[in-house]
Structures are given as C-alpha cells and as structure tokens.
C-alpha cells in the first residue's frame, strides 16, 4: 500500500475539481457563442449569472491548495503541482470571465449582431474551445507533447485574429457601415484571441509542473497589418 | 575564534611524508572522475571514494563517493538503515569499535586519508561529532566544555575560562548558563543541553563538524535555535548533519544527498533536489510516497 494515502487523495480530489472547472468553462464558450448566433439575450443572462459557478470552483480549489501547503509540506513535483494549479485556475477564471463578456455584448445589443458575425468568429472560438478541451487532456495524462502542441495552436487563432479585424475595419469604414454591430464584434473577436493566450498559459504551467521547466514564450508569426 | 589550543607539531621528517601523501592524494583526487559539479569554485575538505562498508556479511555502504565542500553544510537524508549515519560515522572512524566491521574504499580529510594517515585522537579533534540525543557528562557546564581541551593536555586557568566563554558563545549558549557554570550540566532543558554538545565540540577547534540528527529528540524552538546556530556556524566550520526531518535539510544545507540501501541515489544542490529531483526515488522519498 502507498504512503500517505491522505495526502494523495487531496492531490488527486484538486485534480478532478480542476478538470470540473475546465470543462464548465469550456461549455460555457459554447453557450456563449451559441447565444450570440442566435441572438439570445435570455441565453446570455443565464451565462452571466452562472458566472459565478466557476468563481466559487476557483475560489474552492484555492483553498484546497493553501490548506494542502499548510498541512502537507508538499516538495518537489507536488509543489509545482499546486504552484501550477494556482496558476492554472487563475488563467481558467479568466477565460470563464471572457465568455461572460461576450455573453454582456449579446445581453446589451440593441439589435440582431449574429446576421453581421463574419466567418472567422465561429471558426476561431471553434479553434478555441477545440485548445481547452485537448489542454484539459493534456492536463489529465500529464501529456507534455500535447501541452506544447496546443500551445502552438495559439498562432493559428492569431492568424484568424487578424483577419477578423481586417475585416470588421472594412464593415466599419463602409459607407453606411455598422459601428453599433462592428465594435461589439471586434470585442469579441478580441476576447476570443485573449481565451486563447489564457490556455497558451495554462499548457506552460502542465509543461512546469511535470518537468520544472519553463516553456519558452514563441513569438507569433500572424500577420499583424490590420489596416487593410 | 583565536586558537587557543595547539595540538604539538609532528616532526620535521613526519611533516615531509605527510607533505608526500598530501601531493599524491591531491593529484589522486583532482585525476578523480567523480568529482562533483562545480568542485573547481568549492574545495572538498572532506571526501570519500568508492566507500564500501560492511557489518560482517551485510554491505552498509556500497561505493559512495562524496565531496564535502569547507565552509557548507551537506545534509544525509534516505529511511532509516539506509547507511547515512553509518556514512557519517566512517568520516572520523567512529565505527572501528563496532565489531565485525570491514571499510573499503578510502576517505580523505585534508588531504590525508582517514584510516592510514592519522592518529584517531587527533582525526577526532580535527573533526568533531554531535549526537541524537543530548548527552552531558555528569559534571559543571564548564567542566563539561573544559573536558576536552583539558584532556589535550591545557591546563593554564585563564585560557580555559576563555575557551569556554568562547564555545558557548559560539554555541548561542553563554547568556543562558553564564551565571550557572559551575552547577550540573543535568539541570539544562534538552535544547540546552543539546548546544552545550556543541559547545563541547567547537571547544577543541575542530574544522568539521559531524551532526547525527541532532534536533530530533528536541522541541520546535530548540530546533530553530539549533538550526540558527548551525547556519552560523558554516562561516567558520565544515558541517555535515544526518537528519530525518526533510524541511531542515531544506532550511539549513547547501548541498543535500539521498541515501538508499547503503547507496547515493542523488547528490546535488539541497535547493534542486527539494525543487526538481532527478532521481524517482529521490521524489518518493522526499514526498513522503515510501520511507
């Protein structure tokens, strides 16, 4: 039988509380991206008063971690385990907080945005949802190939990135061009870029708390000219 | 310190074969392909080669080879029975009493060999040992420190009263026994009693001081003491300490060895080894997963 059975059961119980909070707040960007195409702004009240869900996750899982250092003493790999959860939990709020945001522009329109939602949109919270689900199983099998390989996907979304705001500074600039539907797509468009950094971060910390290593950041390669 | 107590100088013709042996066992040393990581910044004072070690028909070390840098502390750290404290103890030969013992391999202190080059007395001087459980003689405080150096051979009045306000200053014991030395060193609480070990130890002006555990028959308070003392103690000593406590080696050492059925499993930086261990048994053990 293995030592400190108890001590291991509270490393493997943050573990599943983390994997339940990711994949909450990745239905979440499903919901939200749902409510926006349909124009559903019951869909993103709900979103927005769910929020705080994955809040209280965060909040819970942060004290399993202090009172596991307090009693614990945990060294070495379990240590940047919980270092690395901190960390990762903090990034999954935020992503959590990003669909939120979406979910306010939705809420706030004062007419229907999905009909003016360019293609790139869907295809980058696709791209997105797509990195937390594969980042989570990273997590899970403690899959560091895979941790680094999601987190080159991050380029492909700022590619996407890019291209949606060329396009939205088209609609813009348009005679009789939208202000009232573009900006509130640039937003998202935007959030949806920043959900992708977040999981970038997160795939930094399973690669630090498996190997002690630090991920080096890489550079981004997308086509950064955004005015036409 | 000032040193007050001088051991009387070999001979002129002793010192030349010495200085022979210290040549050979540096060119030895330096040749020597194990020479731990940064050993060109850290001189070893204290260094062990291919140490094997048996009790009877049980192998209690198998092939450890260790450098002990001066001025560090290198903590022991494995279960109990691996041969860390077996390992200490071969460094100023306190196992040549225990029957049936065989020690192959060699170990160096200042560039000599342990158990070819010196007279076992003057090795202990030289390298000094502090144990588990506190043990003062039945007799003063001061008697208790003056032992040592009296048994040296001083016997001048004044340089023993300095030698023993010097030790338990050293040993962060002075104001609680200054104005009780010459009363029962039994009467002292067990953190006490422990730093007056100490005090007795740094009397004789070792250069190394050996630890077997030495805070584990204490209190929290008595542990941080103790531990303070010997993280001061490194400016003017050499300091080797076996303890079971993990958090101390963490707090207190420079570099940190794991210990497993008689072998060095991983050697290294005390910060790497508690941060990033290379070894899967080092991060079991250190984790609590088995010991």
């Given at each position: 039988m293995p030592y400190r059975q108890q001590y291991i059961q509270m490393l493997e119980d943050i573990n599943r509380d983390v994997l339940r909070m990711g994949s909450r707040v990745e239905h979440t960007i499903t919901l939200a991206m749902d409510a926006l195409m349909e124009d559903d702004a019951e869909a993103a009240e709900k979103i927005i008063a769910d929020d705080s869900l994955v809040n209280n996750m965060e909040r819970d899982i942060e004290d399993k971690c202090v009172r596991m250092l307090a009693t614990q003493t945990p060294v070495a790999r379990d240590l940047r385990f919980i270092f690395a959860i901190n960390k990762i939990t903090k990034d999954l709020e935020r992503i959590g907080d990003l669909s939120v945001n979406i979910a306010q522009l939705v809420k706030n329109a004062k007419e229907s945005i999905s009909r003016y939602v360019p293609k790139v949109i869907p295809a980058m919270a696709e791209q997105v949802s797509g990195m937390v689900r594969d980042c989570l199983d990273a997590f899970v099998r403690v899959d560091v190939t895979l941790a680094k390989d999601v987190h080159k996907r991050d380029e492909q979304v700022d590619t996407r990135f890019y291209e949606g705001l060329r396009e939205l500074l088209r609609m813009l600039s348009d005679?009789?061009?939208?202000a009232t539907v573009a900006v509130p797509l640039l937003f998202i468009t935007r959030y949806l870029e920043r959900m992708a950094d977040h999981i970038t971060n997160i795939c930094e910390w399973i690669v630090y708390f498996d190997t002690g290593e630090r991920l080096e950041e890489t550079s981004s390669t997308a086509d950064r000219t955004w005015l036409f | 310190m000032q040193k007050l107590l001088t051991i009387e100088k070999p001979k002129a013709d002793i010192q030349d074969k010495r200085k022979d042996i210290l040549h050979k066992n540096m060119v030895k040393y330096e040749n020597?392909?194990?020479?731990?990581?940064g050993a060109g910044e850290k001189e070893a004072v204290i260094y062990t080669r291919d140490l094997d070690l048996y009790y009877g028909d049980f192998q209690a070390l198998k092939s450890v080879s260790i450098d002990i840098d001066r001025n560090s502390i290198m903590a022991f750290i494995g279960p109990s029975g691996c041969g860390k404290s077996t390992f200490l103890k071969t460094l100023n030969r306190?196992?040549?009493?225990?029957?049936g013992v065989r020690i192959d391999g060699e170990v160096y202190f200042d560039g000599l060999?342990?158990?070819?080059?010196?007279d076992v007395a003057e090795l202990r001087k030289r390298v000094g040992m502090v144990f588990q459980s506190p043990n003062p003689f039945p007799m003063s405080v001061f008697d208790n420190i003056a032992y040592g150096p009296r048994v040296h051979g001083l016997r001048d009045k004044g340089k023993l009263e300095q030698i023993v306000e010097e030790s338990l200053r050293s040993a962060v014991l002075w104001d609680e026994v200054k104005d009780r030395l010459h009363r029962s060193a039994l009467g002292l609480s067990g953190g006490q009693q422990q730093r007056l070990g100490i005090a007795r130890v740094l009397a004789v002006q070792p250069e190394v001081v050996l630890m077997d555990e030495p805070t584990s028959a204490l209190d929290p308070i008595s542990t941080a003491k103790i531990e303070e003392l010997v993280t001061m103690l490194k400016k003017d000593y050499t300091i080797a300490i076996v303890t079971h406590n993990m958090q101390q080696a963490g707090r207190i050492s420079d570099k940190t060895a794991f210990f497993l059925h008689g072998e060095v499993v991983e050697m290294g930086a005390t910060e790497e080894i508690f941060y990033s261990p290379k070894d899967k048994r080092t991060e079991d053990y250190i984790s609590g997963r088995f010991g």
């Open positions: 005679n009789g061009g939208k | 020597s392909a194990v020479q731990s990581e306190m196992n040549d009493l225990v029957a060999n342990v158990y070819k080059d010196y």
